[in-house]
């Protein structure tokens, strides 16, 4: 079910696919003919333009703190493998709290390709604005 959240991600995408300054997509998550759920996607988004290029996974979270949960270590192990090819990987976080987006990139969580801890708190993340990486 889409939520608010992944609701303004698309419309970016929509606006940057049309805009003709890139092109970004929603990965899905894989499914048989009848809709039966086999997998989940391995990440949420990938966003390509002149001027910048990444993959996110949005995330979101009424705490004051988001906990990486088992899905999530899948998904940045996919996020981890692209990083290593010029792709600017992170997590986006948003926390209702305090209503902002925060990007938490790849390379932070990962020593040596091993995840470092899983709990993750506003003020060990960049602040961020995802339309002025495309529309500055």
């Known amino acids: ?26 990965n899905q998550p894989h499914r048989l003919h009848n ?31 988001w906990i990486i949960t088992k899905k999530d270590i899948k998904q940045a192990d996919n996020l981890y493998n692209l990083s290593k090819h010029g792709i600017d990987c992170f997590f986006l976080v948003y926390f209702y709290s305090s209503n902002k987006y925060y990007m938490l990139p ?20 960049k602040s961020f604005n995802l339309t002025k990486m495309f529309f500055p």
């Open 106 to 125: 790849i390379l932070n969580i990962y020593k040596e390709g091993i995840l470092i801890k899983k709990t993750w708190y506003p003020k060990d993340m």
């Open 35 to 65: 809709g039966k759920y086999i997998s989940g996607e391995c990440f949420d988004y990938i966003i390509l333009s002149n001027n910048y290029k990444c993959a996110f996974d949005a995330k979101e979270t009424i705490s004051n703190a």
């Open 1 to 26: 079910m889409k939520n608010n959240f992944e609701y303004q991600i698309d419309k970016l995408i929509e606006v940057i696919n049309r805009s003709g300054k890139g092109f970004g997509w929603k």
